[in-house]
C-alpha cells in the first residue's frame, strides 16, 4: 500500500527557504518516480517538480526552474524539494505523489496517480 507523508511547510517571508520533505512507506521508493505538485485557492492542481527512480532525470515547472531543487535519499525512503527566494504566488497546499509504474525513464505530471495530504506553505509579502 503506497503512502506518502509530507512534512516542512509553514510561514515565510517573501524571499526565503523552506524544504519540504516527502516520507514513502508500504513500498520501495527506489524503484518509483516522485513528482511534487501543488494548489493554491481556486486554483488547479499544477506540477511543480518531479524526478525519477534513480534521480538521473528531473523535470520542474517554468515558474520554480533556478529556484527550487529536488532531490531524493532512497536510503531514507524521502524525496525533499528545496524552495529558494520564495514569493507570495508560491503560497499553497503541496503534496508529493508517485508513479506506480516502476523505473520509468523520465518523470511527467500525468504519471503521477498516488497522492499524499499535502503540506501548506504561505509566503508573506
Known amino acids: 500500500q503506497y503512502q506518502l507523508v509530507?512534512?516542512?511547510g509553514g510561514l515565510v517571508q517573501s524571499g526565503g527557504s523552506l524544504r519540504l520533505s516527502c516520507v514513502?512507506?508500504?513500498?520501495t521508493l527506489d524503484y518509483y518516480a516522485i513528482g511534487w505538485?501543488?494548489?493554491?485557492p481556486g486554483k488547479e492542481r499544477e506540477g511543480v517538480s518531479c524526478i525519477t527512480s534513480n534521480g538521473e532525470a528531473t523535470n520542474y515547472?517554468?515558474?520554480v526552474k533556478d529556484r527550487f531543487t529536488i532531490s531524493r535519499d532512497n536510503a531514507e525512503s524521502t524525496v525533499y524539494l528545496q524552495m529558494d527566494s520564495l514569493n507570495p504566488e508560491d503560497?499553497?497546499?503541496?503534496?508529493?505523489a508517485v508513479d506506480v509504474s516502476p523505473n520509468?525513464?523520465?518523470?511527467e505530471w500525468r504519471y503521477f496517480v498516488i497522492w499524499g495530504q499535502g503540506t501548506l506553505v504561505?509566503?508573506?509579502s
Do not use: I, K, M, T
Open 37 to 40: 505538485f501543488r494548489q493554491a
Open 104 to 107: 520509468r525513464r523520465s518523470c
Open 91 to 96: 503560497s499553497a497546499v503541496y503534496s508529493c
Open 122 to 124: 504561505s509566503v508573506d
Open 6 to 8: 509530507e512534512s516542512g
Open 61 to 63: 515547472a517554468d515558474s
Open 24 to 27: 514513502a512507506s508500504g513500498f
